[in-house]
Nanobody
Framework: QVQLVESGGGLVQAGGSLRLSCAAS??????????MAWFRQAPGKEREFVAR????????YYATSVEGRFTISRDNAKNAVYLQMNSLKPEDTAVYYC???????????????WGQGTQVTVSS
């Protein structure tokens, strides 16, 4: 059984920063074999892709809405992926999910494992 557990969400003022973490576990889950990503879903809106990172951690990819403000990283030794969020805006308010895929994709339907999500609220 694979588990992805997010943490680090909270309430922050506009312009502030948060760092999200996602810890992966599972007897048959080889973390370094999966590309990892962050998605988010705001109330009343569809889930949207935020950022993805390659298996080695050397190649990040971002949605245009967060590029230059957010940084995705991973530590394969710790089975963890992170999302550093700077210059936060009220429109970044959402539940943030980490997810794992074998494909180089931004389509959530291609992601095999999902966390339960962590709430990020940015006040104006």
């Amino acid at each position: 059984q694979v588990q992805l557990v997010e943490s680090g969400g909270g309430l922050v003022q506009a312009g502030g920063s948060l760092r999200l973490s996602c810890a992966a576990s599972g007897r048959t889950f080889t973390f370094s074999s999966y590309r990892m990503a962050w998605f988010r879903q705001a109330p009343g809106k569809e889930r949207e892709f935020v950022a993805r990172i390659s298996k080695s951690g050397s190649v990040p990819y971002y949605a245009t809405s967060v590029e230059g403000r957010f940084t995705i990283s991973r530590d394969n030794a710790k089975n963890a992926v992170y999302l550093q969020m700077n210059s936060l805006k009220p429109e970044d308010t959402a539940v943030y999910y980490c997810a794992a895929t074998l494909s180089a994709t931004t389509d959530g339907g291609d992601y095999l494992y999902w966390g339960q999500g962590t709430q990020v609220t940015v006040s104006s």
